[in-house]
């Protein structure tokens, strides 16, 4: 089964408008956290936002703020004002916390284009 | 501070061939990770290395796979006898190694291996 769900290959946005991606989750552990990057035409993934599952508000950063509905297991990134920059790949992650160091799970990506 | 750098950023090798890919960590981070992205998808865990404990090598494909980390610094992925299959963007992340859920993996620019 899928731990990370992106159903979202292809997102539309219009300049300054907000936009929504998608983001389900599937563990059985209490503790994990969940994350989103973003993955420019230049290959590289640079961080965004990081959501604990204990933390009671939704994370923020900027333009960015994360939706968590834990009982829906979904972790849905929330993008305001959206830039022409903003135009990249985006991945869910999730690391789930066995007491020690562990891997990203991520997802298969949301590809948002951002329009004039 | 620097942040995590990776060599070569682009390998075009012949099939057969054995390749060296590097690392360098962000100063200061005792976790390191090794994923690797075929074209249009998303990450997959390879390998991890914590501290001097033993690497997690529970991503790697084959036994052509393999991995060494020296201390808390530089990692070398080495792939043997290349197959086509291996085309991928290999990426190393670091992170301080926090035994939680939010310690941050933070990615280098990637390696474009490319086996003809």
């Known amino acids: 089964a899928q731990k990370i769900t992106q159903t979202q290959p292809g997102m539309f946005v219009q300049e300054k408008e907000a936009v929504t991606l998608d983001c389900t989750y599937d563990t059985s552990d209490q503790s994990y956290g969940l994350f989103w990057y973003k993955q420019p035409s230049s290959g590289e993934m640079i961080f965004l936002i990081y959501q604990g599952s204990y933390d009671e508000q939704n994370a923020t950063e900027g333009r960015y703020s994360l939706n968590f509905q834990k009982a829906r297991k979904s972790a849905n990134l929330v993008i305001s004002a959206s830039q022409l920059g903003d135009s990249a790949m985006y991945f869910c992650?999730?690391?789930?916390?066995?007491?020690?160091?562990?891997?990203?799970?991520f997802g298969t990506g949301t590809r948002l284009q951002v329009t004039l | 501070g620097a942040g995590v750098s990776q060599s070569p950023s682009n390998k075009v090798t012949e099939k057969g061939k054995d390749v060296e890919l590097r690392c360098d960590p962000i100063s200061g981070h005792t976790a390191l990770y090794w994923y690797r992205q075929r074209l249009g998808q998303g990450l997959e865990f390879l390998i991890y290395f914590q501290g001097n404990s033993a690497p997690d090598k529970s991503g790697l494909p084959s036994d052509r796979f393999s991995a060494e980390r020296t201390g808390e610094s530089v990692s070398t992925l080495t792939i043997q006898r290349t197959q086509q299959e291996d085309s991928a963007v290999y990426l190393c992340?670091?992170?301080?190694?926090?035994?939680?859920?939010?310690?941050?993996?933070?990615f280098g620019p990637g390696t474009r291996l490319t086996v003809l």
């Open positions: 992340a670091s992170s301080f190694g926090y035994f939680y859920a939010g310690d941050t993996q933070y």
């Open positions: 992650a999730m690391r789930e916390d066995t007491g020690t160091a562990s891997k990203l799970t």
